[in-house]
């Protein structure tokens, strides 16, 4: 089976691309920078395994770049998305919606199966209820990347044999740049933790990429799996990186009213062009205070699959920060070992 991978240079999509071809999947990807695909890609050893039609140079917002790279494919896994939670400027909609529609759309169209998409837990909050499942209700978010993946998975659901994906908070080593909760957890080790209330919902990519090969399964329908990953308690994060380094790990308590007032304010200064190397945002500091447990029970039985524990994770995570130069290798006590 020949799979079209988008977003094969990014987090997800490279180490996903991995997971293909280790299940003896053929891969094409489908890339903005093919330079930088080759090199994200070399770094996980798949470069060279892609074949001589495996690399595609291509926008997912140009539709005719992604019906001439779905020519000839099986499948086709849609992990490209634009962040915008921790201040990036991102075209959220272009990226989220509009190319969104043009891989699903068109891959339905042609008759592919499976067709995979990538969502996230986020079009789930803030959650209705104590615990998130996969039968939740779609969510109304203020923010405004809630807001264009809320709209590109309601057009999702409207196809015929669509398998999506929700995954967590999605961490661990080889991001090609530092995003999201990578991001969050380096600030947290320089600068101290906020406990809050709320936590966060830890996934490693690399588990998350085996449960994408494992859709790979044609003649399914429509199918929706929830990989939230480990709910961690912001204080509980504190406590498991001491544990791991040795280390006092600085914590301040904060009323929820003063860290959405903090993040507006830094949204301000960012606004206006003043560098701040701190990733919390008003975005940012919803998902940190609404977010709740998530049930990944089906999925983990259907896929087969066992998340690595949180320790694992975190401390593979610590050690790639700082031999990648994000993080002094002194915050991180025995792990530098």
Excluded at 88 to 100: I, M
Aim: hydrophobic share 45%; proline share 5%.
């Amino acid at each position: 089976m020949r799979v079209l991978v988008t977003g094969a240079s990014g987090f997800v999509g490279s180490h996903a691309v991995a997971a293909l071809l280790a299940e003896g999947y053929e891969v094409r990807v489908l890339v903005r920078n093919p330079e930088k695909a080759r090199r994200v890609l070399s770094r996980l050893e798949s470069a060279e395994r892609l074949g001589a039609d495996g690399l595609r140079a291509g926008d997912v917002r140009d539709a005719r770049a992604v019906r001439e790279a779905l020519d000839g494919c099986d499948g086709v896994l849609h992990a490209a998305a634009d962040m915008g939670v921790t201040g990036r400027d991102a075209d959220l909609r272009g990226a989220n919606v509009a190319g969104l529609r043009n891989v699903l759309g068109q891959a339905v169209e042609l008759g592919l199966d499976p067709v995979v998409h990538v969502s996230t837990v986020a079009v789930f909050v803030p959650p209705a209820s104590p615990v998130i499942t996969a039968e939740s209700p779609l969510a109304g978010p203020r923010n405004a990347y809630g807001r264009s993946k809320v709209e590109g998975e309601r057009y999702a659901r409207q196809l015929d044999g669509v398998t999506i994906v929700y995954p967590g908070g999605v961490v661990g080593p080889g991001q090609p740049t530092l995003d999201a909760l990578n991001e969050g957890i380096r600030a947290g080790m320089r600068w101290g933790w906020p406990v809050v209330p709320g936590g966060v919902s830890v996934l490693d990519v690399r588990d998350l990429a085996v449960a994408l090969a494992r859709c790979f399964e044609p003649g399914k329908g429509d199918r929706r799996y929830l990989l939230g990953g480990h709910f961690v308690k912001w204080a509980e994060m504190a406590s498991l990186c001491r544990q791991l380094t040795g280390r006092k790990a600085r914590t301040y308590r904060l009323p929820a009213a003063l860290l959405r007032g903090a993040a507006a304010a830094l949204d301000g200064l960012k606004a206006a062009r003043v560098r701040i190397d701190y990733p919390l945002t008003r975005d940012a500091a919803d998902f940190m205070l609404t977010l709740v447990p998530t049930d990944d029970r089906p999925a983990l039985k259907e896929l087969d699959l066992v998340l690595r524990p949180v320790e694992q994770t975190v401390s593979d995570t610590l050690r790639w920060l700082v031999a990648e130069g994000h993080l002094d290798r002194r915050k991180v006590g025995r792990l530098a070992a």
